[in-house]
């Protein structure tokens, strides 16, 4: 994902590195037009750039609402079909950033505590 990654390099100076990342509903959208392996590339660049991620990664059934929200609005949607991973998009988002060497900092939803927001989706801090 060159253009994004030397968006960030523009920003920071090559090889520098940021405290903190952290990445909401730009998830989804950079999923929906990347496809899976350029937007896990991507989240990986971004991993191997900061100390700590925070990232809200949106489930399945957000990626069909944005759909119907543009069909709505008479834009073109994405062609979901091309997805591999949405079924377990969050589980394969966490995976990815723990590979890249990150702890969870808060283990707060296994205690039952702050698992999901009031929208349903995790926010996770590595």
Not at 8 to 32: E, K
Not at 39 to 64: M, N
Not at 80 to 93: A, F
């Amino acid at each position: 994902v060159p253009f994004l990654s030397a968006a960030l390099d523009a920003g920071l100076g090559r090889g520098r590195r940021v405290t903190l990342v952290s990445v909401f509903s730009t998830t989804m959208w950079l999923h929906m037009h990347l496809g899976d392996a350029a937007f896990y590339a991507w989240l990986g660049y971004v991993c191997s750039r900061a100390d700590h991620v925070l990232i809200e990664p949106q489930p399945k059934r957000c990626y069909t609402a944005a759909n119907k929200r543009l069909r709505k609005m008479g834009r073109p949607q994405v062609d979901l079909r091309g997805l591999k991973e949405l079924e377990g998009v969050e589980s394969r988002i966490e995976e990815t950033v723990l590979k890249s060497g990150f702890e969870k900092v808060s283990r707060a939803e296994e205690a039952g505590e702050g698992k999901r927001t009031e929208w349903g989706r995790k926010i996770m801090l590595f």
